[in-house]
T-cell receptor, first 110, second 113 residues
Framework: DVKVTQSSRYLVKRTGEKVFLECVQDMDHENMFWYRQDPGLGLRLIYF???????EKGDIPEGYSVSREKKERFSLILESASTNQTSMYLC?????????FGPGTRLTVL | DAKTTQPPSMDCAEGRAANLPCNHS???????VYWYRQIHSQGPQYIIH???NNETNEMASLIITEDRKSSTLILPHATLRDTAVYYC??????????????FGKGTKLSVIP
């Protein structure tokens, strides 16, 4: 079974803090993705990576950066968290087209 | 990009088959149809995918019309645990060997005891 894990299920941070969200997959998948999910807006792609050290912007990259130093790990970074980044963050990995998702991190920025 | 249209909500009696429709009239010949579901506060779960032939796995069956403009996901014996939002997605190639899945609003399936 594919396993995608995320570092935290719930996270509370203050405005202006630097936030790291970590995602690890155990299936040697090439591609990894970060989404955020908000009520009424569905899942929106923030960034994706198709190889180590490679990244591509998704639909809403502003305010975020990513890091992929190892194949199994993909990190999402909020350089200076803001209240409008309060959301559910979902990580996924894929081989070819099928994406497998982690459980999500519900981030609250106060 | 091929877009999908799904009803916003459906009910199904427990133990009956749940048939979830999806329209994707602008799908291209090499684009796959994917189905995912999301149970409240969890990450989306992959269910099944297909190109043109009908597909079946341990979770569901996928029926794709001959013209590929629509499809139906069938859960043969719905249980209360199948209550979730179901997403029908057309997979799009995004370059560098990577594919994107664009999630719409999906269908909220409620399984009624």
């Amino acid at each position: 079974d594919v396993k995608v894990t995320q570092s935290s299920r719930y996270l509370v941070k203050r405005t202006g803090e630097k936030v790291f969200l970590e995602c690890v997959q155990d299936m040697d998948h090439e591609n990894m993705f970060w989404y955020r999910q908000d009520p009424g807006l569905g899942l929106r792609l923030i960034y994706f990576s198709y190889d180590v050290k490679m990244k591509e912007k998704g639909d809403i990259p502003e305010g975020y950066s990513v890091s992929r130093e190892k194949k199994e790990r993909f990190s999402l970074i909020l350089e200076s968290a803001s209240t409008n980044q309060t959301s559910m963050y979902l990580c996924a990995s894929s081989l070819l087209g099928t994406q497998y998702f982690g459980p999500g991190t519900r981030l609250t920025v106060l | 990009d091929a877009k999908t249209t799904q009803p916003p909500s459906m009910d199904c009696a427990e133990g009956r088959a749940a048939n979830l429709p999806c329209n994707h009239s602008t799908i291209s010949g090499n684009e796959y149809v994917y189905w995912y579901r999301q149970i409240h506060s969890q990450g989306p779960q992959y269910i099944i995918h297909g190109l043109k032939n009908n597909e079946t796995n341990e979770m569901a069956s996928l029926i794709i019309t001959e013209d590929r403009k629509s499809s139906t996901l069938i859960l043969p014996h719905a249980t209360l645990r199948d209550t979730a939002v179901y997403y029908c997605i057309v997979r799009v190639y995004s370059g560098a060997g990577s594919y994107q899945l664009t999630f719409g609003k999906g269908t909220k399936l409620s399984v009624i005891p």
